[in-house]
């Protein structure tokens, strides 16, 4: 893999190499259990549905109008909780891309909180 193409896109090199693999070793998997590989085309909703299913624990709602976040409740955790409320605020760290939307999403999933 070319390093220019990927910094010109702000991504880095070697996640990129990581998913690469990873996705050879799923297609490997795949093969070797027999499972038919399908493509979703141009339509990213079943990879929309699978990040959200996956990330469902980091996963937060727009409050207002800001690009304030504030966690969605974990089953486990919202039985034990007053109310069933978490009260963690999250804010997108200046330098993503976030930060440049007119419109803040209603709903992120995230991968780590800073």
């Known amino acids: 893999m070319h390093d220019t193409w990927p910094r010109e896109q702000f991504l880095r090199v070697r996640s990129l190499r990581t998913a690469r693999s990873i996705r050879t070793q799923l297609q490997g998997e795949v093969t070797k259990n027999h499972i038919p590989i399908v493509s979703c085309g141009n339509d990213p909703g079943p990879i929309s ?26 089953p486990s955790v919202a039985e034990s909780t007053a109310g069933g409320e978490l009260s963690q605020l999250m804010y997108p760290h200046p330098s993503s891309v976030l930060v440049q939307l007119n419109q803040a999403p209603s709903y992120v999933v995230f991968h780590q909180i800073v």
Do not use: D, M
């Open 49 to 74: 549905r699978a990040v959200c299913a996956g990330f469902f624990a980091n996963s937060a709602r727009r409050i207002g109008n800001e690009s304030t976040y504030k966690l969605l409740p974990r």
